[in-house]
C-alpha cells in the first residue's frame, strides 16, 4: 500500500465549478500535511498547508481528518489558471522528509 | 531574491556514463533533497542531506550518490547511467525552523539512452 494515496484524476471541470480531492495517508504518526501545485513540466511549488481544524486561502479550503488519516482540498469557482496536478504532501512523524502522493490532475475548461 | 537552480535543464547521455546533475540554492537553507519523477510514481527521495557533509539515503538511492562540502549546493552522481534512470529530477531545500516547507528548483529532464 502507497504511504500517499489519491484519485489521480484526471478531474475535467467547467469554469466556475467546484472540485474536491481526496487523499489518504498511511503514517498515523505524521504531524504535518501539505497540498502542492505542479504546472505541466514545472516544479512543484507549496499550495497550502493543512491544519486539523481547517484552512481556507481564498477559493480553496483544506481539511484533514486524523481518525480516518484523511485530508481533502476544495476548489471553488474553479478558474482556467487552476489547471494542474495537485500533490498531496504528508511528513514522515519526526523525520524532516515528506512523502508525496502522485498527484490528481485537474482541468479547467473554458 | 533567493532561489534554487539546476543545471543542466536536459540532458542526454549514454547507458554506463557518469553523470552529475548540479543543484544550488542562495537561501541558506541546510536541509537539501534529490527526487526523481516518473509517471505513476509521483516524487521519490533519493538522497538528502541536512548539512555539510551530512548525506542520507533515501527510498530510491541504489545507482545514486550525493556529496555535501558546502551549504550552497548538493551535486547528484549517477555512477553508472542506466535506462532505468531517465526520469525528471528535482532539487529542493528546506529552512530547518519550518522544515516542512520546501523549496524546489526547475527539474533536470535526464534521458539515457
Known amino acids: 500500500r502507497k504511504e500517499v494515496e489519491q484519485d489521480p484524476g484526471p478531474f475535467n471541470v467547467p469554469e466556475g465549478a467546484t472540485v474536491a480531492f481526496n487523499c489518504t495517508y498511511s503514517n498515523s504518526a505524521s504531524q504535518s500535511f501539505f497540498w502542492y501545485r505542479q504546472d505541466c513540466r514545472k516544479e512543484p511549488k507549496l499550495l497550502m498547508s493543512v491544519y486539523s481544524s481547517g484552512n481556507e486561502d481564498g477559493r480553496f479550503t483544506a481539511q484533514l481528518n486524523r481518525a480516518s488519516q484523511y485530508i481533502s482540498l476544495l476548489i471553488r469557482d474553479s478558474k482556467l489558471s487552476d489547471s494542474a496536478t495537485y500533490l498531496c504532501v504528508v511528513n514522515g512523524g519526526s523525520a524532516r522528509q515528506l512523502t508525496f502522493g502522485s498527484g490528481t490532475q485537474l482541468t479547467v475548461l473554458p | 531574491d533567493a532561489e534554487i537552480t539546476q543545471s543542466p535543464r536536459h540532458k542526454i547521455t549514454e547507458t554506463g556514463r557518469q553523470v552529475t546533475l548540479a543543484c544550488h540554492q542562495t537561501w541558506n537553507h541546510n536541509n537539501m533533497f534529490w527526487y526523481r519523477q516518473d509517471l505513476g510514481h509521483g516524487l521519490r527521495l533519493i538522497h538528502y542531506?541536512?548539512?555539510?557533509?551530512?548525506?542520507n539515503k533515501g527510498e530510491v538511492s541504489d545507482g545514486y550518490s550525493v556529496s555535501r562540502s558546502n551549504t550552497e549546493d548538493l551535486p547528484l552522481t549517477l555512477e553508472s547511467a542506466a535506462s532505468s534512470q531517465t526520469s525528471v529530477y528535482f532539487c529542493?531545500?528546506?529552512?530547518?525552523?519550518?522544515?516542512?516547507?520546501?523549496?524546489f528548483g526547475p527539474g533536470t529532464r535526464l534521458t539515457v539512452l
Open positions: 529542493a531545500s528546506s529552512d530547518p525552523k519550518m522544515a516542512d516547507t520546501q523549496y
Open positions: 542531506s541536512y548539512g555539510v557533509q551530512d548525506t
